[in-house]
Antibody, heavy 118, light 111 residues
Framework: QVQLVESGGGVVQPGRSLRLSCAAS????????MQWVRQAPGKGLEWVAIIWHDGSKKYHADSVEGRFNIARDNSKNILTLQMSSLRVDDTAVYFC???????????WGRGTLVTVSS | IVVTQSPALLTVSLGERATIYCRSS????????????LAWYQQKPGQPPKLLFS???TRESGVPDRFSGGGSGTVFTLTITSLRAEDAAVYYCQQYYTSYSFGQGTRLEIK
């Protein structure tokens, strides 16, 4: 069955960096676009980034453009999110998600919590 | 594209019908393939979201037929009939026509 397991979350000071990873299994990773979606505590969902199945294209939300970078390693079935210049309002649970067709999500990981605080 | 859901909170009795609205600031209908680029998700406390519908009305496998998705263009609905206690959740719509954006969510409470 499809499994997406995020790791790398934690507490980090404003301005620092953090790298999230998502280990995918149960499907042919290189056939699917992948996304990161985040959810601040008690708030709604916010789309963060998407990468094409072969890594040829990637897009980031305006709120993270220039600070975050989505990447993937199809040889290891790993999706990553490199986050830099972190801000307090980046505090959220970050979900790894498998994309379908034009971009809706059919499977979600359980998420990893990132807390940005001094 | 801005996606707006209403109401923010919906309280409905067991066995009754609930309807959630999702409005988009521009049309999500792509005429070349006759599809609306809108999805619906259900999220229960402590869990990741679960896909209910894609393309506005295509039900995912395993989703009960008490759930239906409708609408086109800029106005969409998620309707749940014969409400059950386990339907209590937050429901989100998402457009994927241009970039990707979610509505702010509708909390459904069952009384």
């Amino acid at each position: 069955q499809v499994q997406l397991v995020e790791s790398g979350g934690g507490v980090v000071q404003p301005g620092r960096s953090l790298r999230l990873s998502c280990a995918a299994s149960g499907f042919i990773f290189s056939d699917y676009g992948m996304q990161w979606v985040r959810q601040a505590p008690g708030k709604g969902l916010e789309w963060v980034a998407i990468i094409w199945h072969d890594g040829s294209k990637k897009y980031h939300a305006d709120s993270v453009e220039g600070r975050f970078n989505i990447a993937r390693d199809n040889s290891k079935n790993i999706l990553t999110l490199q986050m830099s210049s972190l801000r307090v309002d980046d505090t959220a649970v970050y979900f790894c998600a498998r994309g379908r067709s034009s971009g809706y999500v059919d499977y979600w990981g359980r998420g990893t919590l990132v807390t940005v605080s001094s | 594209i801005v996606v707006t859901q209403s109401p923010a909170l919906l309280t409905v009795s067991l066995g009754e019908r609930a309807t959630i609205y999702c409005r988009s600031s521009q049309s999500l209908f792509y005429s070349s393939n006759n599809k609306d680029y809108l999805a619906w998700y259900q999220q229960k406390p402590g869990q990741p979201p679960k896909l209910l519908f894609s393309w506005a009305s295509t039900r995912e496998s395993g989703v009960p037929d008490r759930f239906s998705g409708g609408g086109s263009g800029t106005v969409f609905t998620l309707t749940i009939t014969s409400l059950r206690a386990e339907d209590a959740a937050v429901y989100y719509c998402q457009q994927y026509y241009t970039s990707y954006s979610f509505g702010q969510g509708t909390r459904l409470e069952i009384k």
